[in-house]
């Protein structure tokens, strides 16, 4: 994908900060850090709710690349 997080927005104030590089097993390096760190500040702008941190693909993070 374009971005290695996106945000997805449910009903009942609820927000998915999903890792999307299934490909590389959504391997955090430190362009997917970054993107993790700005959409978190993203959703913080707006408090209240709940956030998810979940991932696309078969693996959650491989870990660090």
């Known amino acids: 994908s374009a971005e290695p997080v996106r945000i997805v927005r449910h009903p009942d104030r609820v ?4 890792l999307d590089d299934p ?13 993790l760190r700005d959409t978190a500040r993203e ?7 709940t956030v998810l941190l979940r991932a696309a693909g078969g ?6 690349d």
Not at 23 to 35: P, Q
Not at 59 to 64: E, L, Q
């Open 43 to 49: 959703v913080a702008a707006d408090p209240g709710g």
């Open 15 to 18: 927000v998915e900060l999903r």
């Open 23 to 35: 490909a590389r097993g959504n391997a955090l390096d430190l362009r997917t850090a970054e993107a």
């Open 59 to 64: 693996s959650f993070c491989v870990g660090g």
